[in-house]
């Protein structure tokens, strides 16, 4: 089976896409009629992930976020100046004939979306999920066995894999109601206006509405520090039981590409290795 079979079945698995689709799903490096001897499931293709594929002994490195460096994901450097990191970068993957395939947008396409239906699944939290009212878009709730802050935080450090965790909270303060949401940023999920109401329409507020209707920890990926963040400092300083874990985007999603070996391996029918390497924290803490 080529390259470019396995890539073939995994969009016929996916929700179908208009045939004008022109997002960041795509190859980004490599030889798509090579036959392929392996794939990996990768959240980010750093060089340890590369090196690490090579070892394997595969060739196809499927992955979930961008290769070189750029908000758009281009497969080459256009920054209009020499990049020497990018150079080796693609030098040691030309050299080993591994071909990069970017599925972001298919995978968030699913209903339930790919990625958290892993993160769920290894956090062992499926049997906790509750509807909640004011759930909006990228916002999951859950009812937890009844636990500390201190010991929701351990929790993700253990199951997710992280060097160390930003959190905002008083220890011994007791959770259960809890969700996942998407990135706290400027201008993210909808965009930020105000609505013939004159109210104020941004993701974040959204997700002080989450809160100021019983949830008392959130799971956010990105992050700014100056609305969801403040909330929850000031609500703690005011007695109130709240908490953030700011696990980071790549921790967050990691666990969807763990899972996505499950699928690659039915859409393949077991005909080529698949395994999964962790691209693990980013971040080292002092």
Request: proline letters at 5%; hydrophobic letters at 40%; charged letters at 25%.
């Amino acid at each position: 089976m080529t390259i470019r079979e396995v890539i073939d079945r995994v969009l016929a698995y996916h929700p179908q896409f208009p045939a004008d689709y022109e997002g960041c799903d795509d190859f980004k490096c490599g030889y798509p009629e090579d036959e392929c001897t392996g794939i990996v499931s990768a959240l980010v293709p750093t060089v340890d992930v590369i090196r690490k594929t090579i070892d394997a002994g595969a060739n196809l490195l499927l992955v979930h976020e961008p290769t070189f460096y750029s908000t758009m994901d281009y497969p080459d450097w256009r920054a209009g100046f020499d990049n020497q990191v990018y150079e080796e970068k693609r030098e040691l993957l030309d050299k080993h004939r591994i071909t990069i395939w970017r599925d972001h947008d298919h995978m968030h396409a699913h209903k339930p979306d790919r990625i958290f239906t892993g993160v769920i699944h290894y956090l062992g939290w499926e049997e906790y999920r509750i509807e909640n009212p004011a759930d909006d878009f990228m916002a999951m709730s859950f009812c937890l066995p009844e636990m500390t802050v201190a010991e929701l935080g351990n929790l993700l450090k253990e199951k997710i894999g992280l060097n160390g965790l930003r959190y905002i909270g008083r220890d011994t303060d007791v959770v259960r109601k809890v969700a996942i949401v998407g990135h706290l940023l400027p201008g993210s999920i909808g965009g930020d206006y105000t609505d013939e109401r004159g109210v104020v329409q941004e993701y974040s507020n959204k997700v002080i509405h989450l809160m100021e209707n019983g949830i008392e920890a959130i799971i956010p990926g990105e992050v700014i520090d100056w609305t969801v963040m403040s909330y929850i400092r000031d609500a703690v300083a005011l007695g109130k039981t709240k908490a953030v874990f700011n696990i980071g985007h790549f921790n967050m999603e990691e666990l969807g590409m763990k899972y996505a070996v499950k699928w690659l391996r039915e859409v393949t029918e077991d005909k080529v290795p698949v395994t999964y390497v962790p691209s693990e924290d980013i971040y080292h803490f002092m």
